[in-house]
């Protein structure tokens, strides 16, 4: 059914942290020939010398309806072989995946520009620059696996299924939140989302135990268990491992490594920067996350990986661009150039956008049209998290216990108020 190839090298990449071309386990096939197309197909073969990264294109009438890429490479970790570099998607998939990442960004810049205002008050921190974690992680699973992570929470609730509003209303502390504004920034959660963790790297252990559960119920599912490099050398990552391994339970350890833990770089934090390789007996990958499908196709393999061996471990390469939290200006530790850098070059967005344009998957002028539906979604959405209503007082008493003895009364702030829960 599809079409052709070219041999590749891989796009080049501006960073410290990322690997130099010889550095790294390629992993996939560097160059791989499809056969020819089948008897009355009108798929058309042609060579863009000057994007390697795109391996073969199928195309139906005015555009390519899928097309195959090379993926930013993987290196591994106690593994034969890894994912693979050649993937292919469709075009409804790349519009999909354009969407969602605009999406995320989109929101994390209003939440922003709403914490400014004082309209949102508290911790907030935001995920733009990491999208294409989220994006590639939750194209690769179902909405019956499940996936646990720390504060860094708003993408993936919206990835998990929450509307941008149920989103923004629970900043907004609002009654159309998702936790009906109770838990804010760091404390959203739905379907198979365990959170929105505000103590680092206490979600670890939690979500070993929801891939133990998960095992124990005979579930075909996997947890992604997320956490950031400022988590990565605490006890209890270790202790996570060691369980997850013993009983070889259906768990994807992500680290997301974007560069710091707050104002540390990883450098100065870690006396191992190779987070892919910290599980020691637990296989592992590094991964390229500012390419959503390379991040598609390592969390594809770790899926059927972990379901058929027991946990693995991705360290997915990212970026933020915001400080660690609103209150951060994020200039102290780091240049503007360097975030200015990255935005340039690396922008998960803006490659993912080169790519799919230059295979003829997409037209610029859909991808315009997406970005205006994003803007009108988002914005209509941040009105009516202005507006909403907040939850009566008398909730704050509500949902502490399951199932609360009748007649239970819980103690306010104030130690004279006492209030019935349910
Ligand atoms: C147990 C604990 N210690 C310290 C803090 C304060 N703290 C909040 S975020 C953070 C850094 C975590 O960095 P990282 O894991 O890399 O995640 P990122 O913010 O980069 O997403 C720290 C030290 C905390 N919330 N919990
Ligand atoms: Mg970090």
Not at 207 to 230: E, H, P, R, S
Not at 256 to 267: A, K, Q, W
Request: with cysteine.
């Amino acid at each position: 059914m599809l079409s052709w190839v070219a041999s590749v090298s891989r796009p080049g990449f501006g960073c410290r942290q990322w690997p130099s071309d010889n550095d790294h386990t390629r992993a996939g096939p560097s160059s791989v020939c499809m056969a020819t197309d089948g008897p009355g197909s009108n798929a058309e073969r042609f060579r863009i010398a000057k994007k390697p990264w795109i391996l073969g294109i199928f195309k139906g009438s005015n555009y390519a309806t899928e097309a195959t890429f090379e993926t930013s490479p993987f290196k591994l970790h106690k593994l034969e072989q890894g994912p693979s570099t050649s993937v292919t998607a469709t075009r409804d998939q790349a519009l999909q995946y354009y969407r969602d990442m605009q999406t995320i960004r989109r929101l994390e810049t209003t939440a922003a520009n709403l914490y400014k205002s004082k309209t949102i008050r508290g911790f907030c921190h935001l995920y733009s620059g990491q999208e294409a974690c989220a994006v590639g992680m939750e194209a690769a699973i179902t909405k019956e696996d499940a996936v646990i992570t720390a504060y860094r929470a708003h993408g993936w609730t919206y990835t998990r299924g929450v509307p941008v509003m149920g989103v923004l209303a629970e900043l907004t502390g609002r009654v159309s939140g998702c936790a009906k504004g109770k838990g804010g920034s760091m404390h959203m959660y739905t379907q198979n989302f365990y959170g929105g963790n505000g103590i680092v790297g206490a979600q670890v252990p939690l979500g070993a135990g929801i891939a133990f559960a998960l095992k124990y119920q005979g579930k075909k599912n996997v947890c992604i268990t997320l956490y950031g490099d400022g988590a990565a050398n605490q006890g209890q990552i270790f202790e996570a491992y060691n369980m997850a391994k013993l009983w070889d339970t259906p768990c994807i350890f992500v680290c997301e490594n974007n560069g710091y833990g707050m104002g540390t770089s990883v450098e100065r934090a870690s006396a191992s920067t190779e987070y892919y390789k910290r599980g020691d007996y637990i296989p592992g990958i590094w991964v390229d996350a500012m390419d959503v499908l390379a991040v598609r196709s390592a969390t594809d393999f770790a899926k059927q990986f972990a379901l058929k061996n027991g946990p693995i471990l991705l360290e997915c390469a990212t970026y933020r661009y915001h400080g660690h939290s609103m209150s951060d200006p994020g200039t102290s530790y780091r240049s503007r150039e360097e975030v200015q850098e990255v935005r340039q070059k690396r922008d998960p967005i803006g490659l993912f956008k080169e790519r799919i344009t230059s295979a003829q998957l997409v037209t610029e002028e859909e991808l315009k049209k997406i970005d205006g539906e994003v803007r009108k979604e988002v914005e209509e959405a941040a009105e009516r998290a202005k507006t909403d209503p907040e939850l009566p007082l008398e909730e704050l008493y509500t949902h502490i216990y399951t199932q609360p003895p009748a007649d239970m009364r819980i103690r306010g702030c104030d130690p004279t108020i006492w209030a019935p829960t349910k």
